[in-house]
């Protein structure tokens, strides 16, 4: 079995800033890509930003300049570095993973169960 587990959301006022983290578990043979969504009730979710393994990232026009993504490979663990937050950043904020399983060797992509990320004055 494999987990994904974010945290770090939360309310912030606007041109503030957040940390959201991203923890894989479980049965890890190897981590490719990683990366953050997000969604708003009513709408498909979007990608925010990818990384690969090597550290090759790449985001949504509407973040850049504002986030940065990256990850701890020794950690399992992808990060969302969110500075100068605007109102319509608000969404609720889903990682994935592409994980090959350890002993059995499948691979799929896996989603964290997402956080709330309130920009608002």
């Known amino acids: 079995q494999v987990q994904l587990g974010e945290s770090g959301g939360g309310l912030v006022q606007p041109g503030g800033s957040l940390r959201l983290s991203c923890a894989a578990s479980?049965?890890?043979?190897?981590?490719?890509?990683m990366g953050w969504y997000r969604q708003v009730p009513g709408t498909q979710r979007e990608l925010v930003a990818g990384?690969?393994?090597?550290?090759?990232?790449n985001y949504a026009n509407s973040v850049k300049d504002r986030f940065t993504i990256s990850r701890d490979n020794a950690k399992n663990t992808v990060y969302l570095q969110m500075n100068s937050l605007k109102p319509e950043d608000t969404a609720t904020y889903y990682c994935?993973?592409?994980?090959?399983?350890?002993?059995?060797?499948?691979?799929?992509?896996?989603w964290g169960q997402g956080t709330q990320v309130t920009v608002s004055s």
């Open positions: 994935n993973a592409d994980i090959k399983q350890f002993l059995t060797g499948l691979t799929g992509r896996y």
């Open positions: 479980g049965r890890i043979f190897s981590i490719n890509a």
């Open positions: 990384i690969t393994r090597p550290g090759s990232a």
